[in-house]
């Protein structure tokens, strides 16, 4: 059995990083296998998250002053947290595919940016395309307008070459004066110049 003294840092840890997470997804774990359990933590871990195992009274004390202190209210049963700071859709896709793979872990409820959210949401912020996805997809629309520019003045010249020489082709520039055969008149020497 812990200490008192090592129950309080429990919670002066777990109430510092509860303040500082924008999005906390409380699940239970009753019934799930050891090997399970080692694939949860490594996915949440994967995702930049933590999964931890929380007694209820700690949970709520943890939970005082933080933005999940709603979700941590009166819990019962047996629970578990997993929480992160950064990306709230790559840690409910990783709790998500857990979740499939395993019927006995489910989720309870959650809280983003401070707003309580339902299971179903949950659901529906795992099917969201994740931060690296949208980041990229920004990308690519900023830099269509660019490379459709280069392109079009990458064909300018081209176009113009192949314009001249179908010209040149058709003789469309007519003889010109060089290949005429009347000869050239020159201008007469002023006597001043002779000298």
Not at 12 to 33: M, P
Not at 130 to 153: D, G, H, V, Y
Request: hydrophobic share 45%; aromatic share 4%; charged share 20%.
């Amino acid at each position: 059995m812990k200490k008192r003294s090592e129950k309080q840092q429990d919670l002066d840890k777990l109430k510092l990083e509860l303040a500082k997470v924008s999005t906390v997804i409380l699940t239970t774990f009753q019934g799930i296998t050891v090997e399970a359990d080692t694939k949860l933590r490594r996915a949440v871990q994967a995702a930049g998250g933590k999964y931890q195992v929380v007694k209820n009274t700690l949970a709520e004390r943890a939970g005082a002053g933080t933005p999940a202190e709603n979700l941590l209210k009166n819990l019962s049963g047996t629970n578990s947290i997993a929480y992160t700071q950064t990306d709230a859709v790559a840690l409910a896709k990783a709790l998500t595919k857990i979740a499939k793979d395993t019927p006995a872990f489910q989720f309870k409820s959650g809280v983003v940016e401070g707003r309580v959210i339902s299971i179903a949401e949950i659901q529906q912020l795992a099917n969201l395309p994740s931060k690296e996805e949208l980041l990229s997809k920004i990308m690519f629309l900023l830099n269509a307008p660019a490379q459709r520019i280069a392109m079009t003045l990458n064909a300018l010249p081209r176009n113009l070459a192949v314009t001249v020489s179908e010209a040149i082709k058709a003789n469309k520039f007519g003889s010109g004066g060089a290949s005429s055969s009347e000869p050239v008149p020159v201008p007469a020497a002023s006597p001043e110049a002779a000298q």
